[in-house]
């Protein structure tokens, strides 16, 4: 369970989640700003503009703290790790896991 399905079970839904009317201009769903946050965020928007996402952000109570979220958590882990290098024993264990992994499943 992903942090966002965690975060929308505490939420829980509501009439936000189906599109909505805001001002004349048809809003995205929750549900939809929600699957979009990544890309969004990245810049990289193919199922719907940037403008609608944004705008259901900047409307939204509920899901506007999920973009906070994870713009927060991107900022932290640049910060964390800006001009810092893995050591190479580590990303040596973390490639044998992911033969591991890949391997067993």
Same mark, same amino acid.
């Given at each position: 369970?992903s942090?966002?399905?965690k975060?929308?079970?505490?939420?829980?839904?509501?009439?936000?989640?189906?599109?909505?009317?805001?001002?004349?201009v048809?809003?995205?769903?929750?549900?939809?700003?929600?699957?979009? #946050?990544?890309?969004?965020?990245?810049?990289?928007? #193919?199922?719907?503009?940037?403008?609608?996402?944004? @705008?259901?952000?900047?409307?939204? @109570?509920?899901?506007? /703290?999920?973009?906070?979220?994870? !713009? !927060?958590?991107?900022? !932290?882990?640049?910060? !964390?790790?800006?001009? @810092?290098?893995? /050591?190479p024993?580590?990303?040596?264990? #973390? #490639?044998?896991?992911?033969?591991?992994?890949?391997?067993?499943?």
């Open positions: 369970m942090l966002f399905d975060l929308r079970e505490w939420f829980g839904g509501g009439a936000s989640d189906s599109a909505e009317q805001e001002g004349g048809a809003m995205i769903s929750c549900e939809d700003a929600l699957r979009l #946050v990544y890309e969004f965020m990245d810049g990289e928007l #193919v199922d719907a503009s940037a403008e609608e996402v944004k @705008q259901h952000f900047d409307m939204c @109570q509920r899901c506007y /703290p999920h973009l906070r979220l994870e !713009a !927060a958590f991107r900022d !932290a882990l640049k910060r !964390a790790t800006s001009g @810092q290098a893995a /050591p024993e580590l990303r040596d264990k #973390v #490639v044998a896991l992911l033969e591991q992994a890949r391997t067993e499943g």
